[in-house]
């Protein structure tokens, strides 16, 4: 399916700037509107940007711009496993794979992957098989946390701590340090997933890239592993550590007291690269588990926001909803959102890429993000 429109983000050139080379705009991750604010992520740092939707003249209601960029530094709000280092470029990347947002927080987690050197261009062979032996984990990338989210002159914000008539609300995150946390933890005498937490996420190994919350439950869906072509969503649920207010805990919702819940879906070999939540169901975009070029399907699990139990759901169970078009190396669809003209109902998608090509590009720091019309 062709794009029924496009969104053009426009970055600051100060912040698009990640040095060696990279720019925010070539690997957006995730994407999430809130109101008259699209947040976005670049997988490489350490932030959140946030962009204000700006209608185009003569086209009311019909938004074609994201502008007014701000960048939102996540150690401003949370502990980094890993912490900051005094040289910027020295800092471990959080890999931001997916965002939500429900009951007035922003949540946001990292990829838990492990990553394997790659090889230049040039390198000769022994070189290459030297890098290809090269296994490391960002500690960075171990977070699952929670940012509490506030009105700022109309435009939604992030602060550390906030205070309404509801209650005290403050950001907190899973326990854990750079070595890992509590759900990889757990999950390492699980009989399915398990033996995949020592294996490069792409290398088909444990990879988080999709994130949905409504209300107690939390839905993590993994780019890998896939299992004889079934992907898997993890449902977790947390809770706030009664001596730590910041740090949250796993809750037993599983068979025999487990703190997670297994869910696999038949993606016809696909595996997860982000979800969000449409009423009951959930919206799953699927794609290659490992590096290569599409296919990319967006899925509709009915009433996939209130399993009741642990669920295998087969082809036949999901909707296929659109195809997104892929390019050969470039244009990667990585993060959607339920996106909506302002004061309309959400019925399109909002598609940011990976690897986005020189013609999604538009000047020096700003690019294209995809519009579909929802079936």
Not at 184 to 210: C, R, V, Y
Not at 211 to 226: D, H, Q, T
Request: proline fraction near 5%; glycine fraction near 12%.
């Amino acid at each position: 399916m062709h794009p029924t429109g496009t969104v053009d983000l426009e970055f600051h050139p100060d912040s698009d700037d990640l040095g060696q080379h990279k720019k925010l705009r070539d690997g957006l991750s995730v994407a999430l509107q809130i109101g008259r604010t699209l947040w976005v992520a670049n997988d490489e740092s350490t932030s959140l940007e946030r962009l204000s939707l700006v209608a185009a003249k003569g086209r009311s209601g019909n938004y074609r711009y994201g502008r007014e960029h701000r960048q939102f530094a996540l150690g401003d709000y949370l502990r980094l496993p890993a912490g900051l280092a005094d040289d910027p470029a020295d800092v471990e990347e959080v890999d931001v794979e997916g965002l939500a947002c429900d009951n007035g927080y922003l949540w946001l987690v990292g990829s838990h992957s492990l990553k394997r050197k790659n090889p230049g261009v040039d390198d000769d062979a022994k070189v290459a098989a030297k890098q290809l032996a090269q296994v490391r984990a960002d500690g960075n990338r171990y977070l699952l946390a929670r940012i509490p989210v506030v009105d700022e002159d109309g435009l939604c914000s992030l602060a550390k701590e906030a205070k309404d008539k509801r209650k005290k609300r403050h950001a907190a995150q899973l326990g854990g340090n750079a070595k890992g946390n509590d759900l990889m933890q757990a999950l390492k005498e699980d009989k399915h997933l398990g033996p995949f937490l020592s294996i490069p996420g792409k290398d088909n190994g444990f990879d988080i890239e999709g994130l949905a919350v409504v209300g107690k439950r939390i839905f993590l869906g993994l780019r890998g592993p896939v299992l004889r072509g079934w992907a898997v969503v993890l449902e977790v649920e947390l809770k706030e550590d009664k001596k730590q207010a910041a740090t949250l805990r796993l809750q037993p919702i599983g068979p025999k007291q487990r703190p997670y819940r297994k869910h696999f879906l038949q993606l016809g070999g696909l595996g997860i690269r982000d979800m969000c939540v449409q009423g009951q169901d959930l919206l799953i975009l699927g794609g290659p588990s490992m590096a290569l070029d599409g296919p990319t399907t967006v899925f509709r699990w009915p009433g996939g926001t209130a399993p009741k139990g642990e669920c295998v759901v087969p082809a036949d169970g999901l909707e296929r909803v659109l195809d997104i078009p892929h390019g050969q190396g470039v244009d990667h669809a990585e993060g959607m959102t339920l996106f909506s003209a302002e004061g309309e109902a959400a019925l399109s998608l909002l598609v940011v890429y990976d690897s986005a090509s020189d013609g999604r590009k538009l000047g020096e720091s700003a690019v294209a993000a995809d519009v579909f019309r929802l079936p």
